[in-house]
T-cell receptor, first 114, second 117 residues
Framework: AQSVSQHNHHVILSEAASLELGCNYS??????LFWYVQYPGQHLQLLLK??????LVKGIKGFEAEFIKSKFSFNLRKPSVQWSDTAEYFC????????????FGQGTTLQVKP | NAGVTQTPKFRILKIGQSMTLQCTQD?????MYWYRQDPGMGLKLIYY???????DKGEVPNGYNVSRSTTEDFPLRLELAAPSQTSVYFC????????????????FGPGTRLLVL
């Protein structure tokens, strides 16, 4: 069965620190990968997605993620975080079949201290 | 465009009561989904629909029912509420033309927080 694992459950950083959130998935076929963000009190929003092509994907608000097929990983990065990046981050893989179902990781809560 | 809207925002139910969580999208998306979000567990798919009149189970369908009579609406029904259904429920939608595989982003609603006591 497909699954997604996010290694860090709770991360605390100071402003301007660099961020890397780990995401590993288990699936043998072609994968479509996503990072969603949920700001406090808001609904999930798409940060970035990977379907094919360049494995380094750039998203909104300065975020990027790198797809490494050999490691089954899709880690999220940002060179310098801001207080406004405080949120919960979810990695997701699109399930098999033509239904668009998403399988989510457990989520990582990021707290950025001003 | 309002996007995906959900009502109510918050509800308290007693064990055994029933209720319907409403979800509406105005983007003419053919695919719609219901997820539940539990702390530390991420989101789990309850039910999904690939078009009006077509629904199917996700990972955690027990205790829920859905219907899809129109493209816009995808209500989620809880028949006999149980404490284990205390959660935040998210509806989402996306569009796929049905050719060349599924490559579309899901758009999420604001969520319904449900407490069953």
């Amino acid at each position: 069965a497909q699954s997604v694992s996010q290694h860090n459950h709770h991360v605390i950083l100071s402003e301007a620190a660099s961020l890397e959130l780990g995401c590993n998935y288990s699936y043998g076929g072609t994968v479509n990968l996503f990072w969603y963000v949920q700001y406090p009190g808001q609904h999930l929003q798409l940060l970035l997605k990977y379907f094919s092509g360049d494995p380094l994907v750039k998203g909104i608000k300065g975020f990027e993620a790198e797809f490494i097929k050999s490691k089954f990983s899709f880690n999220l990065r940002k060179p310098s975080v801001q207080w406004s990046d405080t949120a919960e981050y979810f990695c997701a893989v699109m399930g098999s079949g033509n239904t668009g179902k998403l399988i989510f990781g457990q989520g990582t809560t990021l707290q950025v201290k001003p | 465009n309002a996007g995906v809207t959900q009502t109510p925002k918050f509800r308290i139910l007693k064990i055994g009561q029933s209720m319907t969580l409403q979800c509406t999208q105005d983007m003419n998306h053919n695919y719609m989904y219901w997820y539940r979000q539990d702390p530390g567990m991420g989101l789990k798919l309850i039910y999904y629909s690939v078009g009006a009149g077509i629904t199917d189970k996700g990972e955690v369908p027990n205790g829920y029912n859905v219907s899809r009579s129109t493209t816009e609406d995808f209500p989620l029904r809880l028949e006999l509420a149980a404490p284990s259904q205390t959660s935040v429920y998210f509806c989402a939608s996306s569009y796929s033309p049905g050719q060349g595989g599924f490559r579309e982003t899901q758009y999420f609603g604001p969520g319904t927080r449900l407490l069953v006591l």
